[in-house]
Nanobody, 117 residues
Framework: QVQLVESGGGLVQPGGSLRLSCAAP????????MGWYRQTPGNQRELVAG???????KAPDSVKGRFTISRDNAKNTVYLQMNSLKPEDTAVYYC???????????WGKGTLVTVSS
């Protein structure tokens, strides 16, 4: 069973920074596209950052310039560096692994990020 292990969520002040981590099995990390999503109650789960196995990234306008996805291939870990956090960034953040060809997705359990003063 594929297990994505997330960590790093917590409470942070507006304007602060937080880094999330997601460790994946090597077979997944090397072949799947890794990404981060977030979701709040009543809303669709939205992509906030995506990275291919080659290291290419995607960033939606809502977080562009503030969130950065990166990879540590030696640790089979993908990170989400979140800077200049805003209250509207408060959400459960999910690590995702997506097969580049087939309709296969794996998800972490989610980690709660709360941005509040």
């Amino acid at each position: 069973q594929v297990q994505l292990v997330e960590s790093g969520g917590g409470l942070v002040q507006p304007g602060g920074s937080l880094r999330l981590s997601c460790a994946a099995p090597a077979s997944i990390f090397s072949r799947y596209t890794m990404g981060w999503y977030r979701q709040t109650p009543g809303n669709q789960r939205e992509l906030v950052a995506g990275a291919t196995g080659a290291g290419n990234t995607k960033a939606p306008d809502s977080v562009k310039g503030r969130f950065t996805i990166s990879r540590d291939n030696a640790k089979n870990t993908v990170y989400l560096q979140m800077n200049s956090l805003k209250p509207e960034d408060t959400a459960v953040y999910y690590c995702n692994a997506k097969h580049p060809v087939y309709d296969i997705n794996y998800w972490g359990k989610g980690t709660l990020v709360t941005v509040s003063s």
